[in-house]
């Protein structure tokens, strides 16, 4: 759901998945469409997660994916119930969105994002779409200082090009160290694992 340009649509065919896709930016979507024309394992469709019409031609599911999409959509309760109604019961979400409403900055703004969520809020607005969630985790412990020294104390709408190569630079130590030490206490996004009830 929100499929961008399809790197993780890759994974889940490679894996030996079937895909169907939902992308609502036109460019994005013939980007997709012709990345794995003739592959019969994916279904690429266009439309927005708020409109029911655009995900009716998509089967009942097992399980979706949605990864940075929900912040950028306003009514984003709407969407989570337009996923529920298309997945089976007890079928899965996985959702993940920014964390830490407070870190909300220019660079999101730049980016399109209405909100960033708490834990609470995020685990409200699923459970109003009808989702269990089954845990919520943090993840990305090491891109709170950037995101907070990018937008808010030096005031730019992107990270810029030095504080990426920087990150970059510094992932696999943050890896190990996100891993062993921090454990999914803190995270600039959160992870919902939820499941549509039986």
């Known amino acids: ?12 065919v490679r894996d030996r998945h079937r895909v169907d896709v939902l992308e609502t930016d036109p460019a994005f979507v013939e980007h997709i469409r012709t990345r794995f024309s003739g592959d019969d ?6 439309g927005s997660l708020t409109d029911p019409a655009a995900l009716a031609g998509i089967p009942e ?14 009514d984003d309760v709407s969407a989570m119930r337009n996923l529920l109604e298309r997945t089976r019961p007890g079928g899965k979400l996985v959702a ?7 870190l909300f900055n220019k660079m ?21 779409a009808g989702w269990k969630v089954d845990r919520v985790f943090r993840f990305n412990a090491f891109g709170i200082p950037g ?3 990018g937008g808010a104390l030096l005031r730019r709408s992107t990270p810029g090009r030095s504080l990426y190569k920087l990150f970059d630079s510094l992932v696999p130590v943050f890896s190990l160290l996100e891993r062993t030490l921090v454990r999914g206490a803190a995270g600039l ?3 919902a694992v939820c499941r549509r009830p039986q």
Request: glycine share 10%.
């Open 41 to 46: 394992s994916v279904s690429v469709h266009q």
């Open 189 to 191: 996004s959160l992870v």
């Open 147 to 149: 995101w907070f020294l």
């Open 1 to 12: 759901a929100g499929a961008g340009i399809g790197t993780f649509t890759e994974i889940l």
């Open 108 to 128: 999101d703004k730049a980016v399109g994002h209405y909100r960033r969520y708490g834990r609470g809020e995020l685990i409200e607005r699923l459970e109003r």
């Open 96 to 102: 993940l969105v920014p964390a830490y409403p407070r």
């Open 61 to 74: 599911v097992d399980s979706v994916l949605c990864l940075n999409v929900l912040e950028h959509i306003e």
